[in-house]
């Protein structure tokens, strides 16, 4: 029975990420639009990219400093909660994870763009490869969720679908605890011991 239960669990999954796969790819192309902005704010506004930059790197000093096991702790209760709000927050038309993706989108690409000129490329993807790999999928599948609610709210909302959407959010959350959340710690025990360690050379 056990057995059986695991096997319907996993079909379960595979099932949910077909549902999500075009939210995923929809998740894709609002962070590289982001990205993009970022990059030409970077190009034509070097100074407000810069204020943004220092800000970040601020911030970033404050967790490097942490002792590797509450920074591991710090990172995944970050992005854990960003992402679960992401997934709950959906339900508003999915306007939260589009905004997410966007700003965190437009960060990434002023991160990339100053790394590129400053260091070169090689540097920028041993930052962000590690950590980067499991973390950025698993965060995408959390947008990808709230996108998914967003849109069956909407449908919901103008009546065009008779949609259970409590049921809906139990199904997200279900799959946020079972998939994501693992890969997220993952993700930032490889960070804290991994990459931060990168970092400081």
Request: proline share 4%.
């Amino acid at each position: 029975m056990a057995n059986g239960e695991q096997a319907w669990s996993w079909r379960q999954q595979r099932g949910y990420l077909r549902d999500i796969a075009p939210y995923f790819l929809a998740s894709v192309g609002i962070l590289l639009a982001g990205a993009l902005v970022g990059i030409a704010t970077s190009t034509h506004a070097p100074g407000f990219s810069s204020a943004r930059r220092e800000a970040l790197g601020e911030f970033a000093r404050l967790f490097i400093s942490l002792p590797r096991p509450f920074l591991a702790l710090a990172i995944f209760l970050n992005n854990a909660i960003k992402t679960l709000l992401v997934i709950v927050a959906g339900t508003l038309a999915g306007l939260v994870p589009l905004l997410f993706l966007l700003v965190n989108g437009y960060v990434l690409g002023i991160v990339f763009y100053a790394t590129l000129r400053e260091k070169g490329l090689w540097p920028f993807v041993v930052a962000i490869a590690p950590h980067g790999v499991i973390e950025l999928p698993a965060v995408l599948l959390g947008t990808s969720i709230g996108l998914m609610l967003g849109a069956r709210a909407v449908a919901r909302f103008l009546k065009r679908a008779n949609i259970e959407l409590a049921a809906e959010v139990a199904r997200g959350l279900r799959f946020f605890f079972a998939v994501i959340v693992p890969l997220l710690l993952l993700s930032a025990l490889i960070e804290a011991f991994f990459t931060a360690s990168l970092a400081l050379k």
